[in-house]
């Protein structure tokens, strides 16, 4: 696999409490360079980077981040904002709470909320599997595909674990046929990068990949 076919699936991501407009503008810079699938950024850079920089890169944010259980009514705010202010993709965080509590028609429901707001636009769903049972993965590829989303994520990069290839693999076989795979969190290597989209995922998040990946 060349370092462009990598690059056209990587969310070139910074999301940390810290980040700077500068660190903000060269990850933007580097994503136009590379040819990245997009940007993950925080939502209250979604509009200056928008009002800099236009539809290229791709501007992905994140909403309930990174803890999830924000009210779903905070949750719509936060996205229809996004929206506005120039973001073409979201990555939401269900409310693990709901999972653990067995209100699995919550966490649909609360998904195809946000679903409905981005209409044409790519809804991504962040389940954090460090935080769930087998059982509760599967329940939630049923939940991700009957909302309509586009994806369902691994992880927020903030929990206990990030993604592991057991659940790309785990995911394969239980979401619908027109839901994606995104893989996010500790992926730091070409050769995990490679391993994850062999296991079936159609999008990394990941901070290094440009540090790591030649052009060619």
Known sequence: MTSQEIFSRVDHTLLKASAS???????????????????????????PVYAEYGDNPVICTVIGF????????????????????????????????????????QVQNEIKTIKTLCG??????????????EEEKIRLCGMVTGAGADFTKTSTGFGTAG??????????????????????????????????????ADRIGASSAVKLLPDR
């Open 21 to 47: 407009w500068e660190e903000i503008k060269t990850l933007c810079d580097e994503a136009v360079c590379h040819k990245t699938a997009a940007v993950c950024i925080p939502p209250s850079y979604v509009k």
């Open 66 to 105: 990174p803890l999830g259980y924000s009210v779903t009514a905070a949750k719509v705010l936060e996205t229809e904002q996004a929206l506005k202010d120039g973001a073409a993709e979201i990555d939401m965080v269900i409310n693990i709470g709901d999972v653990k509590n067995g209100r699995f028609d």
């Open 120 to 133: 044409e636009k790519i809804l991504k769903v962040i389940v954090e599997t460090c935080y769930l049972t």
């Open 163 to 200: 993604a592991v290839l057991a659940d790309i693999r785990l995911f394969r076989q239980h979401i619908g046929p027109k839901v994606k795979i995104k893989a996010a969190g500790g992926i730091k290597t070409r050769e995990e990068m490679e391993a994850f989209i062999g296991a079936g």
